[in-house]
């Protein structure tokens, strides 16, 4: 099973590419307009991130509150698959969920959904609704940053360790998953801004075009060899 993965990981690593130039592209054209307007989100979510790095740099890490999100993290997508959560531990420095429901996304959803980031929209985004304050979409872009950065961090920290959930689901596979997820997961955040069908729909174009081009190229840069 894991050599079967490790092969479908090899098949989407062009997506990885092909995220991170769509992302670029909807970065340029919203900056070409709005530079800090409140459309172009970037220099809010910036801001934000390197606040989050701050914060994490000069004070105690909360290692309690990220063990919290990542297990519920686990629990959220078990249910989510349609599996039945009986148990979640949370401890100051590890945890665990009992659930019959266990697969590639349960295991590797907390390396992909930044649950605080997601948590942090939904609040800004119920705000928005009753507020039609610009200053609170500034200051959502600025706190998801900072729980992006969160998120960040400790994927950073647990990357290169002997990560049980990693070793289950093979190691190469598991990056490649967690590269393409959390590419997919801030290009997703930054659609969300986009309220235009034809936006969405040009965007996702892009993104289908820009794989195919990398897959090419990686096809290509491999008959090289």
């Known amino acids: 099973m894991k050599a079967i993965k490790f092969f479908i990981a090899l098949l989407l690593l062009p997506a990885a590419a092909g995220i991170g130039r769509t992302f670029w592209h909807l970065v340029a054209e919203s900056s070409a307009r709005h530079w800090w307007g409140i459309e172009f989100f970037f220099p809010w979510l910036m801001a934000g ?9 000069f004070f105690p890490v909360p290692v309690r509150t990220y063990v919290a999100g990542h297990e519920l993290t686990h629990a959220l997508w078990a249910k989510m698959c349609g599996g039945k ?13 009992i659930s019959d429901c266990n697969n590639f996304l349960v295991t590797l959803a907390p390396y992909i959904f ?10 800004f985004a119920a705000a928005q609704l009753f507020y039609h304050d610009p200053s609170i979409q500034k200051a959502g872009w600025v706190v998801i940053g900072m729980a992006l950065a969160f998120h960040f961090y400790f994927l950073w920290r647990v990357m290169f360790t002997r990560q049980s959930d990693f070793k289950s689901q093979g190691y190469f596979f598991s990056y490649v998953v967690i590269l393409i997820g959390n590419g997919l997961l801030i290009l997703a955040i930054c659609l969300l801004q986009k309220s235009s069908a034809v936006e969405w729909k040009r965007v996702l174009f892009e993104l ?3 794989y195919q081009e990398s897959f090419f190229w990686v096809k290509a840069w491999f008959s090289r060899r």
Do not use: Q, R
Not at 85 to 97: L, P
């Open 49 to 57: 991130a390197i606040l989050g790095g701050g914060v994490l740099f």
């Open 85 to 97: 959560v009986k148990a979640i531990h949370i401890k100051a420095d590890s945890g665990y969920v």
């Open 114 to 123: 930044p649950f605080y980031a997601w948590l942090a929209w939904c609040v």
């Open 208 to 210: 289908g075009g820009a």
